[in-house]
T-cell receptor, first 112, second 110 residues
């Protein structure tokens, strides 16, 4: 079974620039999550999709972060404009109805 | 959701059992205990979960106290590849949200 795919694996940008991350979940998984993991901390949920609808985006900084999941499969997370404190690993995960999450390898973002 | 408390770090000798404790004193009756681990530069990986009874799978064993206020994850024969951050999480039955704490950094040493 193929896992959760993410790209790019690494990204370096300057503050105030824009960046986008892509996630392809495990086939058939209806639920997709984006997490932010700052160095030394556990992952923090940013947004959760059920198919192509948003279930929870309470922790998403909506003034600069946006996410979409068109057609209920792939998803993109965008930051515009980026700040220094956005430097983190961005993890995508997916789950079936049972709820056990499978995580991708993450995208490491460095904002200079 | 109930919060969890874990030691910041632990050491274990290779080949020995690693016992990772977790306190979840405010756990409610319908909350499961989940364990994930995160190896360096990878996403978290599911290990095991349980409600009341002890559980065992090919990776680990989970021992939950009778009052369910604490649990222990046991890696019976730790290897160097088990070096990772281990997260203990509680989540409600049929409610998908759960939150990661800071976890325990397990260092398996030769």
């Amino acid at each position: 079974e193929a896992g959760v795919a993410q790209s790019p694996r690494y990204k370096i940008i300057e503050k105030r620039q824009s960046v986008a991350f892509w996630c392809n979940p495990i086939s058939g998984h209806a639920t997709l999550y984006w997490y932010q993991q700052i160095l030394g901390q556990g992952p923090k949920l940013l947004i959760q999709f059920q198919n192509n609808g948003v279930v929870d985006d309470s922790q998403l900084p909506k003034d600069r972060f946006s996410a979409e999941r068109l057609k209920g499969v792939d998803s993109t997370l965008k930051i515009q404009p980026a700040k220094l404190e956005d430097s983190a690993v961005y993890l995508c995960a997916s789950s079936s109805e049972v709820g056990d999450r499978f995580f991708g390898p993450g995208t490491r973002l460095t904002v200079l | 959701d109930a919060k969890t408390t874990q030691p910041t770090s632990m050491d274990c000798a290779e080949g020995r059992a690693a016992n990772l404790p977790c306190n979840h004193s405010t756990i409610s009756g319908n909350e499961y205990v989940y364990w994930y681990r995160q190896i360096h530069s990878q996403g978290p990986q599911y290990i095991i979960h349980g409600l009341k009874n002890n559980e065992t799978n090919e990776m680990a064993s989970l021992i939950i106290t009778e009052d369910r206020k604490s649990s222990t994850l046991i890696l019976p024969h730790a290897t160097l590849r088990d070096t990772a951050v281990y997260y203990c999480i509680v989540r409600r039955d049929n409610f998908n949200k759960f939150y990661f704490g800071s976890g325990t950094k397990l260092n398996v040493k030769p």
